[in-house]
T-cell receptor
């Protein structure tokens, strides 16, 4: 799976949009971009994933650049409960490869009151 | 709907003792993954099963570690004998199929004295 690069930490004011960047310049055409987060002392929580198109669900939006070399996770109205470590992961969804998730160090997002 | 269930949530044992961690995947999910999280190594995949069959155990650190999945609703991860360096949080995750989104349990925090 391709390697990802994320900032170590970010701050965001409560109520504002949190934009978390991720670089995956070596991503292959069949690799998806996944985002998970881990709130302190809890298991990783799935947020969203996408291949080429932008995606939105009840938790967040995922913006993938046209060349697919980077993406941004957007939490539209951050709350204190969004303070967590956010992981960007690229993964092939075709089986037969590395089917586990490869977690990097992620971005520690701190929402400030 | 019940998510992935893990037990116990916390385990404290002495070096040399046998430890058994348990996981119940989401009903209907055919793939199950065991991960370990430490400060030094982060989150890493230990082993995963598809349709109760172990597919890849290359992440299992030593022969002291073993995992079984006797049926679709139950899996165990056993450490015998346990050592202090096995202290970590162990997560179980499940997915519909191997290539699908993985959902994590709350984890078992293991402390080996």
């Amino acid at each position: 799976d391709a390697k990802t690069t994320q900032p170590t930490s970010m701050d965001c004011a409560e109520g504002r949009a949190a934009n978390l960047p991720c670089n995956h310049s070596t991503i292959s055409g069949n690799e998806y971009v996944y985002w998970y987060r881990q709130i302190h002392s809890q298991g990783p929580q799935y947020i969203i994933h996408g291949l080429k198109n932008n995606e939105t669900n009840e938790m967040a939006s995922l913006i993938i650049t046209e060349d697919r070399k980077s993406s941004t996770l957007i939490l539209p109205h951050a709350t204190l409960r969004d303070t967590a470590v956010y992981y960007c992961i690229v993964r092939v969804n075709s089986g037969g490869g590395a089917d586990g998730l490869t977690f990097g160090k992620g971005t520690h997002l701190i929402i400030q009151p | 709907d019940a998510g992935v269930i893990q037990s116990p949530r916390h385990e404290v044992t002495e070096m040399g003792q046998e430890v058994t961690l348990r996981c119940k995947p989401i009903s209907g999910h055919n793939s199950l993954f065991w991960y370990r999280q430490t400060m030094m190594r982060g989150l890493e995949l230990l082993i995963y099963f598809n349709n109760n069959v172990p597919i890849d155990d290359s992440g299992m650190p030593e022969d002291r570690f073993s995992a079984k999945m006797p049926n679709a609703s139950f899996s165990t991860l056993k450490i015998q004998p346990s050592e202090p360096r096995d202290s970590a949080v162990y997560f179980c995750a499940s997915s519909l199929q191997v290539v699908d989104t993985q959902y994590f349990g709350p984890g078992t925090r293991l402390t080996v004295l």
